[in-house]
């Protein structure tokens, strides 16, 4: 079973754009979570979709927002891009939630000048 | 709402040597505690998690341990191997959360 692929990997953008990242997770599951990972912190969550509904979400600006679409596959978008949006976003799957295991993509490296 | 303490930040053992990292959580409710490990440069991959009404599990040189009276719960690493080396972090959560809380990672370095 192929894994949970994101694209891109990496993207350099500059303050002020906006850039939408996309999660295509395991086969059969139906939970998406994102991630923000900086440098030496932990795992601050974004939000959470389920059957294209949005479940939960972390304590991020209105900037940050996401979807996820009929076939599970979600893609969060972040506008007016700032230089503290600089991190690695990561998304994770599941077959329906956060009481089972989640398997992580490998990451978009996101850097804004 | 919950919120996961981790300690300790930093973790630096012989090789061979057990380790042990400790959570803490404030929700009582709270009935899943996951342990992910991430390598550098890798996703974070889940090595070993417990439910509430089991008091400990293992999985050869890995087991957790859960206090649910006292709130806590801790991975135990036994004889250490260099591939140990990785930032781990824990989790906790309700079955109405829809959402991992997550500690701050505890970065694990094995001395050779």
């Known amino acids: 079973k192929a894994g949970v692929t994101q694209t891109p990997r990496y993207l350099i953008k500059t303050r002020g754009q906006q850039v939408t990242l996309s999660c295509s997770p395991i086969?059969?599951?139906?939970?998406v979570s994102w991630y923000q990972q900086t440098p030496g912190q932990g795992l601050q969550f974004l939000f959470e979709y389920f059957s294209e509904t949005q479940r939960n979400k972390g304590n991020f600006p209105g900037r940050f927002s996401g979807r996820q679409f009929s076939n599970s596959r979600s893609e969060m978008n972040v506008s007016t891009l700032e230089l503290g949006d600089s991190a690695l976003y990561l998304c994770?799957?599941?077959?329906?939630?956060?009481?089972?295991?989640?398997?992580f993509g490998p990451g978009t490296r996101l850097l804004v000048l | 709402g919950e919120n996961v303490e981790q300690h300790p930040s930093t973790l630096s053992v012989q090789e061979g040597d057990s380790a042990v990292i400790k959570c803490t959580y404030s929700?009582?409710?709270?009935?899943?505690f996951p342990w992910y490990k991430q390598e550098l440069g890798k996703r974070p991959q889940l090595i070993i998690d417990?439910?509430?009404n089991v008091g400990e599990k293992k999985d050869q040189r890995i087991a957790v341990t859960l206090n649910k009276t006292a709130k806590h719960f801790s991975l135990h690493i036994t004889e250490t191997q260099p591939e140990d080396s990785a930032v781990y972090f824990c989790?906790?959560?309700?079955?109405?959360?829809?959402?991992?809380?997550w500690g701050a990672g505890t970065k694990l370095i094995i001395k050779p």
């Open positions: 994770a799957s599941s077959l329906a939630g956060a009481e089972q295991t989640q398997y």
């Open positions: 417990i439910r509430s």
């Open positions: 929700d009582s409710a709270s009935n899943y």
């Open positions: 989790a906790a959560t309700t079955d109405s959360n829809y959402q991992l809380i």
């Open positions: 086969s059969g599951h139906r939970s």
